[in-house]
C-alpha cells in the first residue's frame, strides 16, 4: 500500500527549530520528486521546499530560504525539513508530496500541524 506519512510537527516558540519525516511505504522514495507545502487557515496550499529525485536539486520559497533545509536518507526511505529561526508566519500544516511523470505519479500524505507561538 503506497502511503506518505509526516511527523515531527508541534508547538515551538519563535526562533526554534524542528524537523519533519515523511516516510515512505510501498514506493521508493529515491526514485521520486519530493516536496514539502503547507497551508495556513484562510491561505492557499504553498510550497515551501522540493528536492529533485536524481540530482538532489533543491528549491526553496524565498520566504524560508536560509532557514529551512530539505534533505532525503534513501536508506530510510524518509525525506526531512529541517527548519530552524521559525516565525509566528511559519505555522501551518505541513505536507508531504512525492511525485514522478514517467509514469504519472502523485502521492500526499496527512499533513503534521507547525504551530510557532510565544
Known amino acids: 500500500q503506497v502511503q506518505l506519512v509526516e511527523s515531527g510537527g508541534g508547538l515551538v516558540q519563535p526562533g526554534g527549530s524542528l524537523r519533519l519525516s515523511c516516510v515512505a511505504s510501498?514506493?521508493?522514495?529515491?526514485?521520486?520528486?519530493v516536496s514539502w507545502y503547507r497551508q495556513a487557515p484562510g491561505k492557499e496550499r504553498e510550497l515551501v521546499a522540493d528536492i529533485t529525485s536524481a540530482g538532489g536539486r533543491r528549491n526553496y520559497a524565498d520566504s524560508v530560504k536560509g532557514r529551512f533545509t530539505i534533505s532525503r536518507d534513501n536508506a530510510k526511505n524518509t525525506v526531512y525539513l529541517q527548519m530552524n529561526s521559525l516565525k509566528l508566519e511559519d505555522t501551518a500544516m505541513y505536507y508531504c508530496?512525492?511525485?514522478?511523470?514517467?509514469?504519472?505519479?502523485?502521492?500526499w500524505g496527512q499533513g503534521t500541524q507547525v504551530t510557532v507561538s510565544s
Open positions: 510501498g514506493f521508493i522514495v529515491s526514485n521520486y520528486g
Open positions: 508530496n512525492a511525485y514522478t511523470t514517467r509514469p504519472i505519479r502523485d502521492y
